[in-house]
């Protein structure tokens, strides 16, 4: 029995809701259940120095969390100087997951940065961050072709991504914070709309797991992104 | 003419939402016009090391901005090792001006944390924020008190903050960016809610100001301030 | 009864003395009674690079403190990685002051950097550090019109600054650090030779404070800043 | 045809030398091919303030490569103040891997620290990393059963790790550098002797890849991982 | 032939003026020509942790430049994190030059902080700094004694530094910065009252150098330091 | 008697072994008895700015500890923003005697950067790396000319180095940790092959030390050179 009530592979409550950043040329305030993460997307005509002269774009992505995004508060990153590395996995992993279907030649010598603030953290953020990073992109595209900066839609399908564990010894799909600290195995997969695997990590956080284990939950990972991806077209629509 | 068709004493529409964050003891999400600020007032057993002893209590503020709070999006502070002057600033305006409406020997040797993190920024982001902070506070003790933590209310009366500037020669209340980044004088007032002052900050951005000029701005900020209480009593009603 | 004897309106002895540093276009060593700071102006041909094709330059100032300024030693900055915020606070205050009486494209597109270095610290640093820079920075842009390096003084007027405050309920000028760590009310004034007011800072330590008892402040502020101006044109004549 | 003329399930010459650190407790150099890396193992009798009152040990790892490990110079990360994000996540991978095999409260309440430094780069260091810190780790731990520091051994199997990715459409074991830089599919697996998955890690560099493809990839690594666990075994034998 | 005209065995003007720094336990403005270091000595009851329980005290000294005490203006270390190679170099060299003459046990578990600040700087700021600090610290234990903090004098002797150098093939004494920036080798030289050696250091700038050039710069030394022990003495008397 | 039971005079068993780095341009593993450095050259096209436009080249140096390389673990210093006052101060000593031996204008505009990593420490760890560094710049060099980069050798000679010290009142050559943690007096000395001397730098450790025991650290020091030259030559030959 799920702490949530939830069936083992349902997935909690999503919203996807477009447009709520004034000044961005891409927003979506994305909920998986109780995590909120506002992620927008920015335009910058200057990319990074190595991009120029290469005659394509780039998507890059930064993460990070509201102090009381969190059952206790977490102090703020900006005293250390640098981010902390489970931060930096996770803006690396969102920036890798939407390159994953952008067409980078179609931006042009332009990049596009991917804000993921997490405002209310019930496990998932990075799953969350990923699948609404995915609408923002595709506003900040379309906010891009109806000024003519580009001709063709770079994005070539949708992606997102769903955490799934063992949790009490059984599989199940979109882990909240409850179910994720009890955890046996916990993974994450982000897939792309047709199908395609574009990353997998999976960690044992007690006992080993075994192949069937995994493969049952990437059955699980499958079902879920295909809801997500879903609701995703609507969203864009 | 101000440039949103305001009369000079004209406050933006003021929004005061109490509860948004489901994890802190006390938040409040607030708005002047489309400046939007997420107060949240975090309570700390175990205050700062200086306080062991004191038998009083502690209250101190954190402000951020979030990257694409702003019309062109702004580099994170995480980088750089600590944040910036004008953070610092801010924050430490934010934690005064709350801490001079307190009865901090009240709380006990406690902690509260206001985090103030700019979702949207339209000026006035520092009076906005201990307007909002306020009503966060206001919760956190209002928790306290249910859970017999603290006997009696450790507020002794509200305040709230309004920058006020010259803007064409006229005095002017509650400045937007569009104001605030052409205004000859900019000064910002933090009064409670018996009228006493308690900070005043006042620079002239072109050509020095006289005391009369100061003084009308200081009229205006009594008069905006009062209706300012007046929604934060209601939203803690 | 003030601790130094001195009337309310009474500054404390003052002392400006220009041309203390051998290697420095434009010097000034001013005493506030026991506080003294040494300023320099040191030109600089490349300005930063926001300034290139303005037309105009710059100037800006840092502030420091040698660490046996104080009673007590004083840890350096240089461990933290970054001026503290009230370190950054003052300087930002000074340059804001300073760039306020110079006629910025009159210099050309050069940066002029301030330096106030507290070599001791009685109360009111900062004020000293902008009455005496203003005399460092006078004979710097003397140093270039006898090299033909400008044509015109950029410097349009003097600035000066005190702090007033509340003691024991009486408005007094110029507090020493005995009555500054213990007074009610504390404001800092930036007024220029012709009486224009550039900054205003007031802030309630204790309880808050009225319009009335702002305005008292002001008043013996103006007079002190009348004081300060006579003793700077004495100096760079 | 791989590059190095290797069967697409045949590893690199594998070798791990123990007790190479005159001062360590524990020590191996392995070298997986041109990879070498240095693994010692030092035991700190005071662990992390965490862990006081806990009954239990920890395992921890540190991760560097020398600045000419590589086929150009890596500039040192020193100066940045803190690891780079990739070095952050290969140490927490390193040293989650460890302790899962490590039975931690036989440890008592002391750290292992694990330095596992890259003397020459040819792909694959975080997997050497883990292959030859186990050796490491099982000498400290018969360095401190041989001092009755601890009576039973805490290490309840070998663990090993390996590489593997689709290089030129074919799934290959052990990828070397240039196999590394060109596959369009990378993954890393750490396994343990009997054969349960402690972390899997998959990344699509260029297209998406099917479930086929990783299952694939999960068996070449089970083969790849049966025979370092072999050599591990000679090695502390 | 000299810049300065002096003869090769010959100082600069020294002076040594005691209880400059009103706040300090002890103080000494020192200037050897046109260099002038402002050396102040702290007492500290609390010294560093790993004093605890030792039975003795510590000396350590802070050493920094004002940015405009040289030719052309410096930047300040604060915003680089750390002091630079050369300012620790410096640091600890006085530290340890100082502690060579001091009877730590009979400080108590205290420590002395010195700080040498350059207010100008025309070459051998580092030796000029040994020197004052000397004097300085003397004023600090006789401001101990005098309260009884300190039943003995902890000072066992003077010892005061100078630099010397092979300029235009001769060597000479005391180097200024025209000479010192010239020379083709340059030593500094500390050496106590009795005329022990407590640190020599001696860099080829241009060709190495033989024993014997070395060792006249050694004898030049020692009479130069002779003259300061004195000047030392009546400083302190 | 020493701990080692050497003579006085007597080196520790040197070895230098050539070309142990594979993708090094130059490169020497370096022992002094239990002390080891791997010691590499890595050509840079690009130097620092500051070179362009001069016509001749640099070499720099980088120096590091493994964490392990020491009896007690070494904090690494990558979180520490910066490298230590010692690691900088060695660092620093290194490129300097390097510089001392080469002909900039031979190289071209191109920098050499020499890493001296220490495997293990047993005292001597700067003298060692000076002296393996050579080694790796020689084949460096060599590796230039055979691919016609540079045209002459730009070493003009051998430079090594060694420490010597006073230890229970005899002067004795080549101090290992032992001797180095007890030593009176600590000196090291950096030579030429024809014997001038590049740097000296001696400490007193307890109390000060004579002209006469300097000079017989000098004549130890110049013997331990000529062998560590003898060496070099074989290494590279």
Redesign the interface.
């Known amino acids: 029995m799920r702490p949530s009530n939830r069936a083992p592979d349902e997935l909690r409550p999503i919203t996807l809701e477009r447009g709520v ?4 040329e891409g ?1 979506c305030l994305v909920s998986f259940g ?1 995590t909120k993460v ?1 992620c ?1 997307a ?1 335009l ?1 005509e200057k990319g990074p120095p190595w991009l120029r002269g290469t005659g394509r774009g780039w998507v890059t992505a ?1 993460y ?1 969390m ?6 206790e ?1 977490t102090r ?10 489970r931060t ?2 996770i803006q ?1 992993l969102i920036g ?1 997951s939407l390159r ?1 279907v952008v067409n980078l030649p179609a931006i042009g010598e332009r990049q596009i ?1 991917l ?1 993921c ?1 997490v ?2 953290a019930d496990g998932g953020t990075r799953t969350a961050s990923i699948t609404g990073a995915w609408v923002a992109l595709h506003e900040c595209f379309a906010w891009m072709q109806n000024r003519s900066i580009i001709s063709i839609n770079p994005l070539r399908e949708p992606v997102a991504a769903i955490s799934c564990g063992i949790y009490q010894g059984q599989p199940v799909l979109d882990l909240d914070y409850a179910e994720d600290s009890a955890a046996e195995t916990d ?1 994450n997969f982000v ?2 709309g ?11 956080e007690g ?5 069937d284990e ?2 049952s939950l ?1 059955r699980l990972a499958k079902e879920g992104v295909a809801q997500l991806v879903e609701l995703q077209k609507k969203a864009v629509a």
């Open positions: 950043a004034r000044y961005a927003s109780n506002l927008t920015s910058e930064e990070s509201l102090p009381r995004a969190t059952h508060r703020r990153e900006v005293n250390s100087g640098k981010p902390s590395g930096q996995e690396r890798r994953a940065v804000d603030d405002i209310q993974a897939i792309t047709s199908g395609g695997i574009v990353e997998v990590q999976g960690t044992a006992k080993p797991f075994s192949e995994f493969l990437l």
